[in-house]
């Protein structure tokens, strides 16, 4: 079974620049949760989706962040326009009995 | 608020020796607690967990106790491996509530040989 993927593995990008991250979740996870790492302080949660729709979203920084999950399947978050302070590192995590959550390798963004 | 306090690394240590990590947390009603583990180059995985005060989780030579009196989740090992080196995370959850996960800022153990 493949487990969670993120793509790309390491973005870098100009500050007021767009990027868009990837993640496909574990087949049949309806469950999909995205957090991020900033310089190498706690993970921090960003939003929660049950399926396509957007069950806590309360962790997002700013409306610079758009996330969405089409056909509850994989899931995009996209920041617009990219500032200093988003650099880190983002996971995306997937469960289905919402106890256990599997993550992925992560998403190293960088913005110069 | 929840949040989760862990020590702060790096935690160096030879091979063989015993190992302690520290991790208390402050919630409301009755979280589940987590430890996970990031190898380098890898993303996180689940090492153990208990949903109760006064259980056990245990996996590879790891263990941690749920410890409601003191609110604390220390991650122990009787004796590391140079491949035991890594990051740790301690994190919380409200299943029911919120299923968000709460992190510490993780400790970075280095094991040598």
């Known amino acids: 079974e493949a487990g969670v993927t993120q793509f790309p593995s390491h973005s870098v990008i100009e500050k007021g620049q767009t990027v868009t991250l990837r993640c496909d979740p574990i087949?049949?996870?309806?469950?999909l949760y995205w957090y991020r790492r900033v310089m190498g302080k706690e993970i921090k949660f960003l939003l929660h989706?049950?399926?396509?729709?957007?069950?806590?979203e309360s962790g997002m920084p700013n409306n610079r962040f758009l996330a969405e999950r089409t056909g509850g399947t994989y899931s995009t978050l996209k920041v617009q326009p990219a500032e200093l302070e988003d650099s880190g590192v983002y996971f995306c995590?997937?469960?289905?009995?919402?106890?256990?959550?599997?993550f992925g390798p992560g998403t190293r963004l960088t913005v110069t | 608020g929840n949040s989760v306090t862990q020590m702060e690394g790096p935690v160096t240590l030879s091979e063989e020796a015993f190992l302690t990590i520290n991790c208390t947390y402050t919630?409301?009603?009755?979280?589940?607690l987590f430890w996970y583990v990031q190898y380098p180059g890898e993303g996180l995985q689940l090492l153990l967990k208990?949903?109760?005060?006064?259980d056990k989780g245990s996996n590879k030579g790891f263990g941690a106790t749920y410890r409601k009196e003191t609110t604390s989740f220390h991650l122990e090992k009787g004796s590391v491996q140079v491949s035991d080196s890594a990051v740790y995370f301690c994190?919380?959850?409200?299943?029911?509530?919120?299923?968000?996960?709460?992190f510490g800022t993780g400790t970075r153990l280095q094991v040598f040989p």
């Open positions: 919630a409301t009603g009755y979280p589940s």
């Open positions: 208990a949903t109760k005060a006064d």
């Open positions: 989706f049950v399926k396509e729709s957007k069950q806590d």
């Open positions: 087949s049949g996870h309806d469950n």
């Open positions: 994190a919380l959850s409200r299943p029911y509530n919120t299923d968000k996960l709460i």
């Open positions: 995590a997937s469960s289905q009995d919402r106890h256990e959550q599997y």
